[in-house]
């Protein structure tokens, strides 16, 4: 099992556990546990609805992509830990690790 948490549009941490085998990205995993995150480019680093911020672990992440890294140029509130949930894959990289919204939130 791989455990992290998450920091939603409120403050709140939630700690999420799933099994480490299932092929999913980070963003798919927010969706379907009801994170208010859009989205709308369903995974290809094109909108950056799925924006968050690696508040702890981040140093066990791959590094991101350049299509990631293009599409996070051009957030005004980009920071350096930040990352687009679409562009992180399920594993055990995940294990321990804090992540916190930064895209707007679903009304």
């Known amino acids: 099992m791989i455990t992290f948490s998450v920091e939603d549009h409120t403050g709140q941490v939630q700690t999420l556990e799933l099994p480490g085998d299932i092929n999913l990205s980070l963003m798919e995993v927010l969706k379907a546990s009801d994170y208010p995150i859009a989205a ?7 909108c ?11 140093d066990r992440l791959p590094a ?44």
């Not at 709308?40 to 094109?46: D, I, P, S, V």
């Not at 950056?48 to 981040?58: D, P």
């Open 40 to 46: 709308t480019c369903g995974g290809m680093a094109l």
């Open 48 to 58: 950056a609805t799925c924006h968050l911020e690696v508040l702890s672990g981040g």
């Open 64 to 107: 991101p992509g350049d299509a990631e890294l293009d599409m996070l140029d051009t957030l005004p509130n980009a920071t350096a830990q930040s990352r687009l949930a679409c562009q992180i894959r399920l594993s055990e990289n995940l294990q321990g690790a804090c992540f916190a919204l930064k895209a707007p939130a679903l009304v």
